[in-house]
């Protein structure tokens, strides 16, 4: 079953004409109808409903009443409206359906309408606005047939009651359809976005556009989908990224360590957390036993730190891998260029904390830790929205130090509250980046888990001796590799929509100088002014090519080259250089070692890896056609 649940002013309908040739049987008093303040459920049940409609009623029931609670709606508008969905099912059931779904709304105690089935109908809706205003929901009878196990985390995630509101530095708690979101209307789209639990891609996003363009990343139609190929370019920005979040996070005192990427199924502990977690496994049979591939590395770390021998002396204790890769078999239409894959590369550290004062002070400390990270990649608050998860009981108790993290980001703040906790954690970040789509993904995080200690049975050592049960830390401080990628390149095509140019940051520019000669005879000039910069651990590159001087500027400036170098007769006498800068559009007369030094104070403090391409324009293949 398909359902748009719209919050309305008021929906009214009139009957105009038979759709079916044997519509239901209406009285005069049914071809039309108007109901005020009202939650309208447009439904449209489908084939694969047949499988189970007892249970596809129940399930519409409790999604309505859900949506009913958090809008406050006493009035409910059942309307057939077969335009939701291609593969409808047979008229007799979806009226018996739609049918059972009024009676038990009523049952329940609302005030409920239902248009008639059957007809065309002309309708006036007056939607009220908010992010809470416009859900689509998607049912499907548990007998229907699975392409993958599903842990019962990610089941009871679709039942879950969200209570959203906005929380604002000053330490305002405002609920989510009264906030005023003038001056913040990128945090309504990601208050939106995550409302709605839509993840469905119905476009290509831009970034997909210009990794293809730029030749950094392409689909791989030899493996499962979600599975990407890297091009020199991309893989030299990709493995930058890598090393710079490994380097900070090391920096700020974890301990680096490797773990398998395949666990087994049936072990208790692994079995256990997988319930807990959701997310959707990869399964891999090896003889009769299955194994299923990581989606993180809680699991091997987890299993690391049971084996150890912890003091109190040495807690806060901080394990830290990059995993290449880590798995999750999203539903094939959430994959999305780089936005969402099922194979990505996870910074992932975990942190023993004997308390939660200790793990409050460390999340805040994490929390600073991956704004730095971003910024870092060029990606400021200014970029990104942050959503905090918590329980109830976690909000009253913690209100000060929640409300803190929203006066360190200078701005409001998205707030998910649960009045029980199901998940293993009790608080939880994100900051997220919305897209050219209005979608939203999530880049850095942190959580506080007070539950795997014990499953796994982690320990540490008291100041008297004795065995206690540690909280942990999750803490992604750049969110998946891939995604930093995706967010950078969307940022790039938010600009050019505002017509600027699009830049790499410069430590990530695949080719940080372009060195074009005017002509043949001066490229011995070209490549003594390369080698230079070469020396300098520049990623310098010759455009030797016989076109014409304008075509080869034009060239360097659609690869977003920032320092184009032109040279000739008077630039070989006077050994200088003439640079434009992609940054501001103008042009520079310089020493080459002005130039050395201006590249190496703006890449200061990131790291680097050579040019992944030959030297010669001319030498270089083409990876895409």
């Not at 109908?121 to 993958?148: D, M, N, Q, W, Y």
């Not at 395949?262 to 399964?283: C, G, T, V, W």
């Not at 789509?437 to 320990?459: C, F, H, M, P, W």
């Not at 890449?603 to 001319?618: A, C, D, M, Q, W």
């Amino acid at each position: 079953m398909r359902m748009l649940l719209i919050h309305s002013d008021y929906l009214e309908y009139e009957v105009k004409d038979k759709a079916l040739s044997k519509p239901e049987e209406i009285s005069e008093a049914q071809k039309r109808g108007r109901l005020e303040e009202v939650l309208a459920a447009f439904m449209s049940v489908e084939k694969v409903d047949e499988q189970n409609p007892e249970e596809v009623v129940q399930k519409a029931v409790e999604e309505i009443k859900n949506v009913a609670s958090q809008v406050k709606a006493e009035n409910i508008f059942v309307y057939p409206f077969a335009h939701l969905s291609s593969d409808l099912g047979k008229p007799e059931v979806a009226l018996e359906v739609l049918k059972e779904i009024e009676e038990r709304l009523k049952g329940e105690g609302f005030n409920v309408r239902r248009a008639p089935f059957g007809y065309y109908k002309a309708f006036k809706i007056s939607c009220k606005g908010h992010p809470l205003a416009e859900l689509s929901r998607t049912i499907v009878p548990s007998g229907e047939k699975k392409e993958e196990e599903v842990s019962e985390a990610l089941k009871k995630e679709e039942e879950l009651v969200s209570y959203w509101y906005i929380l604002t530095p000053e330490g305002e708690l405002v609920d989510v359809d009264k906030f005023d979101f003038t001056g913040y209307e990128n945090l309504k789209k990601f208050a939106n976005y995550e409302i709605s639990k839509s993840r469905v891609a119905e476009k290509e996003p831009a970034h997909v556009r210009i990794m293809l363009e730029q030749e950094l990343v392409d689909y791989e139609e030899g493996s499962d989908p979600g599975n990407l190929r890297y091009y020199p370019k991309g893989r030299l920005i990709k493995s930058l990224l890598e090393n710079y979040v490994s380097e900070k996070v090391i920096e700020y005192g974890a301990m680096e360590v490797e773990t398998p990427i395949m666990y087994d199924f049936e072990h208790p502990a692994l079995k256990s957390y997988l319930n807990r977690f959701p997310a959707r496994q990869y399964i891999v049979l090896s003889g009769d036993k299955r194994y299923f591939l990581r989606f993180a590395a809680c699991f091997g770390q987890f299993l690391m730190k049971r084996d150890m021998t912890i003091s109190y002396r040495h807690l806060p204790l901080r394990l830290y891998e990059l995993t290449r890769y880590s798995f999750r078999r999203e539903k094939r239409g959430e994959l999305s260029g780089l936005r969402r894959l099922r194979a990505f590369t996870m910074p992932d550290m975990h942190t023993v904390a004997k308390n939660m004062e200790q793990a409050k002070a460390e999340f805040k400390k994490q929390y600073k830790l991956s704004m730095e990270v971003l910024r870092g990649v060029g990606l400021t608050p200014d970029d990104y929205e942050v959503a905090i998860r918590f329980t109830e009981d976690f909000w009253n108790e913690n209100k000060e130090f929640i409300v803190d993290l929203a006066n360190i980001i200078g701005k409001p703040v998205l707030i998910e509250m649960w009045k029980q906790r199901f998940f293993y954690f009790v608080l939880k970040f994100e900051f997220n980046f919305v897209d050219t789509l209005d979608k939203a993904a999530a880049l850095s995080t942190v959580q506080i888990d007070v539950e795997n200690a014990k499953r796994y049975g982690v320990t540490f050592y008291n100041e008297e001796g004795k065995e206690e049960y540690p909280l942990i830390l999750h803490c992604s401080p750049s969110g998946a590799i891939e995604r930093v990628m995706y967010a950078m390149l969307e940022k790039q095509a938010k600009l050019q929509a505002k017509g600027k140019k699009a830049m790499y940051p410069l430590w990530l520019s695949p080719i940080q100088v372009r060195v074009v000669p005017v002509s043949d005879q001066y490229i011995d000039y070209a490549l003594y002014v390369a080698g230079k910069l070469e020396g300098a651990k520049i990623r310098v590159d010759v455009d030797d090519s016989s076109e014409r001087l304008n075509k080869k500027i034009r060239r360097a400036e659609k690869e977003w080259v920032p320092y184009i170098i032109v040279v000739g007769e008077k630039e070989k006498e006077q050994n200088t250089i003439t640079v434009r800068k992609r940054e501001d559009g103008k042009q520079y007369e310089m020493q080459i070692e002005d130039l050395m030094k201006e590249i190496k104070q703006k890449t200061e403090g990131f790291p680097y890896k050579p040019r992944p391409l030959p030297l010669l324009v001319s030498m270089r293949p083409k990876f895409r056609g």
